[in-house]
């Protein structure tokens, strides 16, 4: 059973920074892609950013230049550095782990989602 727990959600002034993380549990054998998404109080789950095993990011063009995403392979994490944050920014992240290869072979996984709160 593969697993997805996020941490380090949480409040912050604008301005701010705030680091999530993402680490996937259970019998992995490797991921393909992990990302972050976001979905703010009614509106729709988009892209925050994504990054391949062999380590090529993609953003959204909201967060670039402010958020870093980064993996550890060897430890099925992926890493949000978020910069300079934003009120806009305010959602839940939710962690997604794309092509997860197992012993009964290929799925995708969420994270339950953390809120995090950027306040003006």
């Known amino acids: 059973q593969v697993q997805l727990v996020e941490s380090g959600g949480g409040s912050v002034q604008a301005g701010g920074s705030l680091r999530l993380s993402c680490a996937a549990s259970?019998?992995?054998?490797?991921?393909?892609?992990m990302g972050w998404y976001r979905q703010a109080p009614g509106k729709q789950r988009e892209l925050v950013a994504r990054?391949?095993?062999?380590?090529?990011?993609n953003y959204a063009d909201s967060v670039k230049g402010r958020f870093t995403i980064s993996r550890d392979n060897a430890k099925n994490t992926v890493y949000l550095q978020m910069n300079s944050l934003k009120p806009e920014d305010t959602a839940v992240y939710f962690c997604?782990?794309?092509?997860?290869?197992?012993?009964?072979?290929?799925?995708?996984?969420w994270g339950q989602g953390t809120q995090v709160t950027v306040s003006s």
């Open positions: 997604a782990a794309v092509g997860v290869y197992t012993a009964s072979g290929s799925d995708d996984y």
């Open positions: 990054i391949t095993s062999g380590g090529s990011t």
């Open positions: 259970g019998s992995i054998f490797s991921i393909n892609v």
